[in-house]
Protein backbone atom coordinates (compact mmCIF):
# COMPACT_ATOMS: atom_id res chain seq x y z
CA UNK A 1 0.00 0.00 0.00
CA UNK A 2 1.53 3.07 -0.79
CA UNK A 3 -0.27 6.76 -0.03
CA UNK A 4 0.75 9.61 -2.26
CA UNK A 5 -0.26 13.27 -0.16
CA UNK A 6 -0.25 16.81 -2.29
CA UNK A 7 -0.93 20.27 -1.75
CA UNK A 8 0.68 21.58 0.97
CA UNK A 9 2.39 24.76 0.91
CA UNK A 10 2.76 28.68 2.05
CA UNK A 11 -0.44 31.01 2.60
CA UNK A 12 -1.19 33.83 4.20
CA UNK A 13 -3.48 33.41 7.73
CA UNK A 14 -7.34 33.76 6.61
CA UNK A 15 -6.50 31.59 3.14
CA UNK A 16 -7.33 28.02 2.16
CA UNK A 17 -5.19 25.07 0.84
CA UNK A 18 -6.73 21.93 0.19
CA UNK A 19 -4.54 18.40 0.60
CA UNK A 20 -5.39 15.39 -1.44
CA UNK A 21 -3.97 11.75 -0.62
CA UNK A 22 -3.79 9.08 -3.51
CA UNK A 23 -4.03 5.27 -1.65
CA UNK A 24 -3.01 2.40 -3.52
CA UNK A 25 -2.58 -1.33 -3.23
CA UNK A 26 -6.24 -1.38 -0.96
CA UNK A 27 -8.91 0.09 0.50
CA UNK A 28 -9.59 0.85 4.13
CA UNK A 29 -12.51 1.37 6.18
CA UNK A 30 -10.89 5.04 7.83
CA UNK A 31 -8.78 7.35 5.98
CA UNK A 32 -7.72 10.75 7.93
CA UNK A 33 -5.24 13.41 8.45
CA UNK A 34 -2.98 14.25 11.53
CA UNK A 35 -0.60 16.79 12.04
CA UNK A 36 3.20 17.26 13.56
CA UNK A 37 4.46 20.97 14.18
CA UNK A 38 7.95 21.65 15.44
CA UNK A 39 8.40 20.95 18.49
CA UNK A 40 5.26 19.09 19.14
CA UNK A 41 3.86 15.60 19.21
CA UNK A 42 1.95 14.16 16.34
CA UNK A 43 -1.90 15.22 16.42
CA UNK A 44 -5.31 13.88 15.28
CA UNK A 45 -7.09 16.61 12.83
CA UNK A 46 -9.74 14.80 10.76
CA UNK A 47 -10.94 10.98 9.84
CA UNK A 48 -13.94 10.23 7.35
CA UNK A 49 -15.54 6.44 7.05
CA UNK A 50 -16.44 4.62 4.08
CA UNK A 51 -19.77 5.12 5.62
CA UNK A 52 -19.18 8.82 5.35
CA UNK A 53 -18.94 9.45 9.22
CA UNK A 54 -16.65 12.27 10.04
CA UNK A 55 -14.82 13.32 12.81
CA UNK A 56 -12.60 16.63 13.23
CA UNK A 57 -10.42 17.64 16.05
CA UNK A 58 -11.50 21.19 18.40
CA UNK A 59 -8.92 22.95 17.02
CA UNK A 60 -10.56 22.75 12.81
CA UNK A 61 -13.87 22.42 13.58
CA UNK A 62 -15.69 24.42 11.08
CA UNK A 63 -12.73 25.51 8.96
CA UNK A 64 -11.81 22.23 7.58
CA UNK A 65 -13.61 19.85 5.80
CA UNK A 66 -12.58 16.13 5.19
CA UNK A 67 -13.91 14.27 2.22
CA UNK A 68 -13.08 10.97 0.58
CA UNK A 69 -13.96 9.89 -3.18
CA UNK A 70 -14.02 6.00 -3.52
CA UNK A 71 -13.64 5.51 -7.45
CA UNK A 72 -10.18 7.14 -6.92
CA UNK A 73 -8.95 6.11 -2.65
CA UNK A 74 -8.12 9.41 -2.56
CA UNK A 75 -8.99 11.21 0.69
CA UNK A 76 -8.89 15.17 0.79
CA UNK A 77 -9.04 18.02 3.33
CA UNK A 78 -9.92 21.07 2.56
CA UNK A 79 -8.71 23.90 4.83
CA UNK A 80 -10.54 27.38 5.25
CA UNK A 81 -9.37 30.23 7.44
CA UNK A 82 -6.16 29.04 7.78
CA UNK A 83 -4.19 30.47 11.28
CA UNK A 84 -0.40 30.59 12.07
CA UNK A 85 -0.98 27.57 14.44
CA UNK A 86 -2.31 25.30 11.69
CA UNK A 87 1.40 25.35 10.68
CA UNK A 88 2.46 22.06 10.30
CA UNK A 89 3.68 18.87 8.67
CA UNK A 90 0.56 17.12 7.48
CA UNK A 91 0.35 13.13 7.15
CA UNK A 92 -2.49 10.77 6.04
CA UNK A 93 -3.12 7.55 7.03
CA UNK A 94 -5.25 4.73 6.57
CA UNK A 95 -6.66 1.68 8.36
CA UNK A 96 -9.78 -0.41 9.61
CA UNK A 97 -9.80 0.67 12.94
CA UNK A 98 -13.28 1.03 14.85
CA UNK A 99 -15.38 4.45 15.26
CA UNK A 100 -14.69 4.39 19.15
CA UNK A 101 -10.71 4.38 18.15
CA UNK A 102 -11.06 6.45 14.77
CA UNK A 103 -8.60 9.24 16.30
CA UNK A 104 -6.03 6.63 17.62
CA UNK A 105 -3.11 6.54 15.56
CA UNK A 106 -2.13 3.29 16.30
CA UNK A 107 -5.23 1.98 14.60
CA UNK A 108 -3.59 3.02 11.03
CA UNK A 109 -1.41 0.90 8.92
CA UNK A 110 -0.43 3.13 6.42
CA UNK A 111 1.19 6.47 6.53
CA UNK A 112 1.93 8.99 3.66
CA UNK A 113 4.80 11.15 3.86
CA UNK A 114 4.06 14.69 5.37
CA UNK A 115 3.17 17.41 3.06
CA UNK A 116 4.15 20.98 5.00
CA UNK A 117 1.71 23.75 5.13
CA UNK A 118 3.05 26.72 5.97
CA UNK A 119 0.53 29.66 7.42
CA UNK A 120 2.32 33.11 7.91
CA UNK A 121 0.53 36.08 9.59
Known amino acids: VQLQASGGGLVQAGGSLRLACAAS??????MAWFRQAPGSEREFVAAVRRSGHTDYAESVKGRFTISRDSAKNTVYLQMNTLKPEDTADYYC??????????????????WGQGTLVTVSS
Open 25 to 30: GGTFIN
Open 93 to 110: AVGNGILSAIRTQSTYYY
